[in-house]
């Protein structure tokens, strides 16, 4: 049996949907494990040398907990995802608002950034693959992406995973 290897395809690009792929790789690739990502549609921002205008979306979102980063203990520990109506995070300004919030947990907690988890990947050797239908779909130019990425076709994509012992979408 030939090593273990892991394929990801990575669709969605908020700042909660960048977590999971690089985590999940990163640990995969420790554990010994031959790993690629696909990034497709939405899951390309991943890839952007600028992460910063990930956001956060808790629209449509109803389990996301929302509990404050800063605050009286007492303050911290109530959950208000649940206590706010979806109708509301569609005032204007409340996706930056979120946003805010979350990267605030993020760093209060200790958890790495997007750009220090892809930086970890890189280094474990974890191929990163755009697909290169949807960067020209989108118009994107291939500068905007950090370095290291293969454009390929979804052809490749199967061709990666089909010798994969475990395969994820994201």
């Known amino acids: 049996m030939s090593d273990p290897k892991l394929t990801i395809i990575a669709t969605k690009g908020t700042l909660d949907w960048a977590y999971p792929p690089f985590i999940l790789a990163s640990t995969a690739a420790a554990l010994g494990m031959r790993v690629s990502i696909f990034y497709t549609f939405y899951g390309l921002n991943l890839l952007l040398k600028d992460t910063s205008a990930l956001k956060v979306t808790p629209t449509g979102n109803p389990s996301m907990p929302m509990k404050m980063p800063m605050g009286p203990k007492w303050f911290k520990s109530i959950d208000f995802g649940p206590k706010i109506p979806n109708v509301l995070w569609n005032i204007p300004w409340m ?50 992406f950090i370095d290291g990425v293969e454009y390929v076709g979804a052809a490749t994509y199967f061709e990666e995973s089909s010798d994969a012992t475990q395969s994820l979408f994201i």
């Open 95 to 144: 996706d930056s608002i979120a946003t805010t919030l979350m990267k605030k947990t993020i760093s209060n907690c200790g958890v790495a950034t997007i750009a220090e988890l892809r930086e970890l990947c890189q280094e474990a050797e974890v191929k990163f693959l755009a697909c290169q239908m949807t960067v020209e779909l989108f118009g994107y130019n291939t500068d905007v």
